[in-house]
């Protein structure tokens, strides 16, 4: 009732609004985020459709539709305030006053130039019609049909000169009929009338029925960028420390190869043994046996896997078994709250962004199928890509994978054969074996050689000092407590300039290092007046 009374109030006031209007264009408010939408009617899908933006009706159901890259909402708080927005929207297209009367045929590789294009009969779209913005980024073309509008097969919209998607508008009294193959850009807004785009036809854009069925057959479907549309840089990267020196790590269980694998990027285990890889196909150290680089790099990565468990998610992905199969992601968090299966390519677009971050929070297992793809678009990186997965992991064969895994209690049970990974394979519990892959961490800091060594020019393994680099606190340990007599621990500034003097009197130290600046350190142990050990260390 609320809601038809808000529709009632606003046609009211526009029937009392002066009848010319200058030609801008509409407020679309929360339609714009929409890239399906009916106010009366249901919104369906047949095959596979990829769609990004969201998806619903303020009566009706959309229900039939699987994994798109926005949300579905039914008969909601935010569908409601859609089709007021929308009703809004119409009535300022509606009541814009016409500059061109062109013939009820479109196309035919006409051009057009910016303006208001008044129609009063059933239109057809043929062949390609080009919107020439002259330069203007900001020229708006709009179109006024009062009647139905239909493509035929293969027909375009062509944008030339700096014409937006976002800047085209179709305000159409009657059906809207898209045949295969047609590639539409701009927003259609349909009154009281049905909306259908078949097999294989692109829109950029929207498609908006103020009361009639919304229908999608294996289409592309996005909301145009620009025009204020908000640009997505995802959440804030978790910081992986250590970690990021590590193309594979377990931090509880073995880690094993065989076949020819080539790695870039550090190997190993915190409790376990790294085994079957060859020193000279690995760009990086092979810890053979854990050590304080690998107690650095489990720690690190238990922070880091905290910190993108509680991220809040923005799209949840309903299907997660039909990860894949073409669907375009942009820079969001995503929640999969099952096992999760690839299939086919996932695509990642960046929308130009090469900061923008993706992160996918899976809560279960996660498989993929041979020759699987997870590709990188306009812009997106390896390095800003992050799975959570709660479960074991197995690539199969052949696959090309992009990101860092952080996986949970859980074993990377099998990088397959010829699989190719863009990225890391960590797990904070369970085994990883690899066969015969290709890993390639990025991006590697560049002190992870001096990440829990004693020193850069060691003298003696007396003593080891971790983090290398350290923040806050740094550990010292005495290898051999027993022969220890009066041992200090001095550190200098590069100017030579005492910073810090501890006695120490246990095995193992922790000192508070908050009050030091950043920098480089050089720091000397004495033990009964005599230098045991030197080195560099670095405060981050």
């Known amino acids: 009732m609320k809601t038809k009374l808000q529709f009632a109030l606003i046609t009211a006031s526009l029937f009392f609004m002066p009848n010319l209007i200058s030609a801008q264009a509409p407020n679309l408010g929360t339609a714009a985020d929409f890239v399906l939408f009916s106010t009366d009617g249901p919104v369906n899908m047949t095959s596979i459709n990829h769609l990004t933006g969201n998806v619903g009706t303020n009566n009706g159901t959309s229900t039939t539709f699987e994994n798109i890259?926005?949300?579905?909402?039914?008969?909601?708080?935010?569908?409601?305030?859609?089709?007021?927005?929308?009703?809004?929207?119409?009535?300022?297209?509606?009541?814009?006053?016409?500059?061109?009367?062109?013939?009820?045929?479109?196309?035919?590789?006409?051009?057009l130039v910016a303006g208001v294009y008044a129609i009063a009969a059933a239109t057809t779209l043929n062949l390609n019609l080009y919107l020439n913005a002259q330069g203007n980024a900001n020229a708006e073309f709009i179109f006024q049909i009062a009647g139905p509008l239909s493509t035929t097969a293969g027909s375009a919209i062509k944008l030339i000169n700096g014409a937006l998607a976002c800047n085209v508008f179709w305000k159409v009294e009657g059906l809207v009929?898209?045949?295969?193959?047609?590639?539409m850009k701009g927003t259609?807004?349909?009154n009281n009338a049905a909306i259908?785009?078949?097999?294989?036809?692109?829109?950029?854009?929207?498609?908006?029925?103020?009361?009639?069925?919304?229908?999608?057959?294996?289409?592309?479907g996005y909301t145009p960028v620009g025009c204020g549309s908000p640009v997505h840089?995802?959440?804030?990267?978790?910081?992986?420390?250590?970690?990021?020196?590590?193309?594979?790590?377990?931090?509880?269980?073995?880690?094993?190869?065989?076949?020819?694998?080539?790695?870039?990027?550090?190997?190993?285990?915190?409790?376990?043994?790294?085994?079957?890889?060859?020193?000279?196909?690995?760009?990086?150290?092979?810890?053979?046996?854990?050590?304080?680089?690998?107690?650095?790099?489990?720690?690190?990565?238990?922070?880091?896997?905290n910190y993108i468990n509680v991220l809040p998610y923005?799209?949840?992905?309903?299907?997660?078994?039909?990860?894949?199969?073409?669907?375009?992601?942009?820079?969001?968090?995503?929640?999969?709250?099952?096992?999760?299966?690839?299939?086919?390519?996932?695509?990642?677009?960046?929308?130009?962004?090469?900061?923008?971050v993706f992160v996918l929070q899976i809560n279960g297992a996660l498989t993929s199928s041979t020759y699987s793809q997870v590709v990188l678009t306009n812009g997106a990186q390896a390095k800003n890509v992050y799975?959570?997965?709660?479960?074991?992991?197995?690539?199969?064969?052949?696959?090309?994978?992009?990101?860092?895994?952080?996986?949970n209690n859980g074993a990377l049970g099998a990088l397959n054969t010829g699989v190719v990974l863009n990225g890391r394979s960590l797990t904070t519990t369970g085994a990883i074996t690899t066969t015969a892959v290709d890993v390639v961490a990025?991006?590697?800091?560049?002190?992870?050689?001096?990440?829990?060594?004693?020193?850069?020019?060691?003298?003696?393994?007396?003593?080891?000092?971790?983090?290398n680099p350290f923040s806050t606190s740094a550990t010292i340990v005495l290898n051999d407590f027993s022969k220890s007599n009066t041992t200090e621990l001095r550190m200098y500034d590069v100017l030579g300039k005492e910073m810090m003097n501890e006695v120490i009197t246990k095995s193992t130290t922790t000192f508070d290092t908050s009050n030091l600046p950043s920098g480089v350190y050089f720091y000397r142990v004495i033990d009964n007046n005599k230098n045991v050990q030197s080195g560099k260390l670095i405060k981050q």
Not at 80 to 109: E, H, K, M, R, W
Not at 212 to 219: C, E, L, P, S
Not at 285 to 299: E, F, G, M, N, Y
Not at 387 to 407: D, H, L, M, P, Q
């Open 69 to 111: 890259n926005g949300q579905i909402h039914d008969a909601d708080g935010t569908s409601a305030q859609c089709a007021v927005d929308l009703l809004i929207a119409y009535n300022q297209l509606n009541s814009t006053v016409p500059d061109f009367f062109p013939s009820s045929l479109l196309g035919n590789g006409d051009t």
């Open 177 to 183: 009929d898209m045949t295969s193959g047609t590639s």
């Open 188 to 190: 259609v807004i349909a």
């Open 196 to 220: 259908l785009i078949h097999t294989g036809s692109t829109l950029e854009g929207r498609a908006l029925s103020t009361a009639g069925a919304v229908t999608v057959d294996g289409i592309l």
């Open 233 to 305: 840089n995802g959440p804030t990267a978790p910081a992986l420390g250590v970690a990021a020196c590590y193309a594979i790590f377990s931090t509880n269980g073995a880690v094993s190869n065989s076949g020819i694998t080539t790695v870039t990027g550090d190997v190993g285990s915190n409790n376990g043994s790294a085994t079957g890889f060859d020193s000279l196909l690995v760009t990086g150290k092979i810890h053979l046996i854990p050590d304080v680089s690998t107690a650095q790099c489990a720690s690190d990565l238990l922070l880091a896997y």
């Open 314 to 356: 923005d799209i949840e992905l309903m299907f997660p078994v039909k990860l894949g199969n073409s669907l375009v992601l942009t820079p969001h968090t995503y929640l999969m709250n099952a096992a999760a299966h690839l299939t086919d390519t996932l695509f990642l677009n960046a929308e130009g962004n090469a900061n923008a």
């Open 387 to 407: 799975w959570k997965i709660e479960g074991a992991v197995g690539i199969n064969n052949y696959s090309e994978f992009c990101g860092t895994i952080i996986c």
């Open 442 to 467: 990025s991006v590697i800091p560049g002190n992870c050689a001096t990440v829990g060594i004693s020193a850069l020019d060691a003298t003696n393994e007396a003593i080891t000092i971790y983090p």
